[in-house]
């Protein structure tokens, strides 16, 4: 599909013009956005539109279609340009650009049915593109390409060069990155400003074939295009040396023309050679067979005996293995730790449909987001601690409107010896502030089994927190656990409190109802396993009944269970006497049931909590 | 200092085997940990500890010590070995690993004097050893070096590669970096396995300057720390070959032996050549001048008038500037975008304290680790959204005991069109979930720069939460915001309820006051600048006062205001009515009026929320 002739090289250069006309028409109408940063790739998008693009804009859910990963969202301008010019939308609604109801955002999202995911929290394009064309090249097997747009200011991030590893690892020749160079960050020169050949040797270190080419030379970009199409076996990197603003004297390669719209957008649409029309055909994919996901299989959960010990992870372990039986959407990702996870049973019985991140979190959550958008069903694990390092990556997620499993294991500080480090205790506030979550934490094997199995039905971010240690089976295998549910495990009409726990803390709590009991003071127990949505009927209802609520859960007292439990009385209503106990101190080296002891979360400091509440009311 | 003879080189062998036996022993007795992970490791720290290190141990404070930073902080281990063989520790106490009590912890934390960051969670180490080497470099100018033993499996993390790219920007010649490439992850071969030339290339594609060496020969570590000393303008990194779980045959070098003490540890230790007690002069660095951290400057903080428009990062930027003129420990970090937060207020005045971090906000949150921990005071800001990717740092932080300012600007959806991806709306539940932090939420501009000149003196995590656009000033100059404390704006007898904000709802919440005044209803306004701690005296009397609480915040529901106020009562009293207002559609473009509206957080939806409870009550 290369440039045949002189004329073609200039329709094309003139398409480019055009682009950067309605980038600069569509900040103008907004009174924001970044204009500059769209006019620097804009040929860089027409030879790209032109050229090289498979892609059917009538049917974005064409199997077929190639994937365009803008990572540089901030250039939006220019994405629309480019769907105008493709007849994808008109002109009067590019100059909805960033107006209220208008799909056209200051950063695109899949409100837009073009965009795959949303962008704007740059270093994120790359990762999320890797997992898309591990997708095409493992699962789907269509020969489609991912193309990702990037600025050079995020070559910086990590997380690129956590994608840049992963995708020259699992030889990815059907992704190119193409970098455009124009020099300026947001705030002024990028470390390596044209210096080409600097990112050309961090990449070729990496094992990517680089093409070093000037980003405004439409033969050069075509040229390097077709090099990356036919590139075997390894990703392609094409640097761009571009100028920001480029075309507009007044604001080309200039400073503190970041992120705002150009001072005189008449003068310029002039000097830009004035409002274009031309229409792209954009070539469209060859029909080919959507990859079958079938999930006609029957669902064999495992089954544990009542009384039997089994820590949650290896329920997790069990039941993901089971569902990616049943189920051909379902794939793995784990961040080498899959031995302590669990993963690892997915891993051995569907080696296929299992993707090994290495440690490299923010990868392993951007290469769960890529496959999510290309129709499969993922389910992404580390420690629970390690998974705040890719909270943006999740934050992002939902704004993509992904739906995505996060499984988070070693919660809390029962996991005893290996430290604070190690421990998730801040996972729940994290997830559970995260748009349209779901936050699941069982206390057993079959409970853990059966929301597992729910998860890959629903919708949005949902976590699952497992622990590391055993619990005893308290539910029987047929037992159901709808998201949003809880289970009153213990209740009686003299109760004097309710005890609420989730996951290894139900124990405590039907411990400490024990040591009660045996004192005779009744308490309610009841079993939080949905922390988001919460049951807020259940929880009304014992508050109601026995006047005070006590959360204990193994997390920090912030944004757990215990605000769970508040929000669920935020309705205006009088709520009722709470009290939360949680891990308040720095933990350290110790045993599991040490550290809960510590940290006033065990048995008996519940049951200590309880009888001070007794005699005070 | 390079090994003399062959006698020296034998001793040094022979300490590496004491370091290999004691870890073995360390684990053994605490029935866990990761002895094989220090055993490939103890030639590297042996030849360190006898020839190149340079820490007087009597005095972990001497502004000439080196630093060492254990990356792979599961070897610990080694660690403690080391610090047995240097006399620092006796063996009793190398035997006391992983016991409750003992600071000896599964991973090594700042409660040992010689440790001066936590470390477990991996890829962390070089980042804040950046950090380090720039404080040496650019502010103490003392010529102490910074050595960073890092495993293999931690390359993986993008973390790694922003620290690779700072150091060699800053060109850190005081920064070693020594990879133990054993081969081996937990769960089995890392990508690259024994390829040591695929780190060289990746590094020196960096700039940076690399030795490949078998790390189990003494001589050769030996001349590549002396070619590490020696080399001028960039940072050395080690690439050493070595093997897993070293000198024991039942271990070496085999899969599945991670994070578990050896089979036979008594067998083990007499292969290893029995229990020895060598003690080794740790060189002591030369006698040098703390460097001066000034603060008897007078602090003239930003005056602002009242009722004048101005945005708090405004107020942030020009209260950090005059910190910096008053206090000369006072340092700023900014993730490229200190345009738009005002760092560059302070960058303009005090550029040699200043440090520009690009598009990385892991590297700008431990490179503000590694300041603090040579006793600066630093205050790294970007956007809040953005801050959720250094969220582990930030946990690390916190378990290292770490003095941190912390500082994310647009905040909320009243940035406007810019649309979600740059909106800060999890912050304060991120922040509030962290051990021990500060998290501050200031409304206008005097209020804004009496907490940024609170947070310089405060202990532990520090966030500051700013807002994009100009809101009114509302405070005197002088007025007082002890952290902690709260504002009550405005009261009467008759109140029938409370309205809370923070930030710019505190304007929304004073607008909907007069709205409703005016309609003959009168409500109470709480300032609630300090989210955490939070201000629970004033909080309960006005519930007791008005009986019912309406937080109005500009974040998600979850973890924010809302929260902080419910923990508010949790001490088992019975809570009073809570209402909250809070961020819970999914934010587009639109104006900042048009958001608030949206999210039904502005002024009018919180009158009409008023409204609903008064005629509901």
């Not at 699992?170 to 970098?179: G, P």
């Not at 899959?338 to 080696?351: N, V, W």
Request: charged share 25%; net charge negative.
């Amino acid at each position: 599909m290369s440039i045949k002739d002189q004329t073609e090289h200039i329709e094309i250069a003139e398409l480019g013009q055009q682009l950067r006309v309605d980038a600069v028409r569509a900040a103008d109408a907004a009174g924001s956005g970044h204009p500059t940063s769209s006019m620097s790739a804009a040929d860089l998008a027409a030879v790209l539109l032109t050229h090289h693009l498979s892609y059917d804009f009538d049917r974005p859910d064409h199997p077929g279609n190639d994937r365009f990963v803008l990572s540089k969202g901030h250039a939006s301008p220019l994405l629309y340009a480019m769907y105008r010019a493709a007849g994808a939308i008109d002109d009067d609604e590019l100059l909805t650009f960033r107006r209220s109801g208008s799909r056209l955002e200051g950063h695109p999202t899949p409100r837009i049915p073009w965009v795959d995911v949303a962008t704007g929290s740059l270093g994120q394009g790359l990762p999320v593109g890797v997992g898309m064309a591990l997708a095409g090249k493992r699962l789907d097997r269509i020969p489609y390409r991912v193309w990702v747009l990037s600025g050079d200011s995020e070559m910086a991030e990590g997380s690129v060069w956590e994608a840049v590893e992963h995708a020259a690892y699992e030889n990815l020749d059907n992704l190119t990155l193409i970098i455009d160079v124009n020099r300026l960050g947001q705030r002024g020169p990028t470390r390596h400003q044209r210096d080409l050949a600097a990112y050309g040797r961090r990449l070729r270190g990496f094992g990517w074939h680089t093409v070093e080419i000037d980003g405004h030379d439409v033969g050069a970009i075509d040229a390097a295009y077709t090099e990356a199409r036919a590139t075997q076996g390894r990703p392609t990197a094409i640097i761009a040396g571009t100028r920001k603003g480029r075309g507009v004297a007044a604001v080309e390669d200039r400073e503190g023309m970041h992120g705002k719209p150009l001072p005189d957008a008449e003068a310029a649409v002039a000097e830009l050679g004035g409002l274009r029309f031309a229409r792209v055909d954009v070539t469209k994919p060859a029909e080919t067979r959507a990859p079958h996901k079938d999930r006609s299989g029957h669902l064999a959960l495992p089954r544990y005996e009542v009384g039997e010990s089994v820590a949650t992870r290896d329920a997790y372990g069990q039941a993901l293995t089971a569902l990616g039986t049943a189920y051909g959407d379902v794939v793995a990702l784990d961040g080498e730790v899959g031995d302590s996870t669990r993963t690892e049973l997915f891993a051995k019985e569907h080696p296929d449909r299992y993707f090994e991140c290495y440690i490299a979190e923010q990868q392993l959550v951007a290469a769960a987001v890529g496959l999510q958008a290309r129709g499969y069903t993922p389910f992404a694990c580390t420690f629970a601690a390690f998974l705040t390092r890719a909270y943006d990556f999740v934050r992002m997620a939902a704004i993509s409107g992904a739906d995505l499993n996060l499984v988070g294991s070693h919660s809390g500080v029962a996991i005893g010896q290996d430290g604070p480090s190690q421990m998730g205790l801040e996972d729940l506030a994290m997830f559970r502030s995260v748009h349209g979550s779901t936050v699941l934490c069982p206390c057993d094997a079959p409970q853990t089994a059966a929301l597992v199995a729910g998860m890959a039905g629903a919708r949005g971010i949902r976590y699952l927190r497992t622990s590391r240690g055993g619990t005893p089976v308290i539910y029987a295998p047929d037992e159901e656990f709808p998201i949003g549910g809880s289970k009153v495990l213990r209740s009686g009409n003299d109760d004097v409190a309710t005890l609420i726990g989730a996951g290894d803390t139900v124990h405590e709590c039907l411990r400490a109802a024990g040591i009660l009991a045996a004192e005779g003071i009744e308490v309610r127990v009841i079993d939080l396993y949905s922390v988001k949505p919460v049951d807020a009927e259940t929880l009304r209802e014992a508050a109601h009944e026995t006047g005070c609520l006590v959360t204990v859960e193994d997390h920090r007292p912030e944004g757990g269970v215990g605000d769970a439990v508040a929000e669920a009385f935020a309705d205006g209503r009088p709520a009722p006497r709470l009290v939360r106990l949680a891990v308040r101190n720095m933990p350290g080296s110790a045993t599991p049931d040490e550290q809960l002891a510590a940290a006033g979360i065990d048995a008996g400091t519940v049951a200590a909590a309880v009888r001070l509440l007794s005699t005070e009311s």
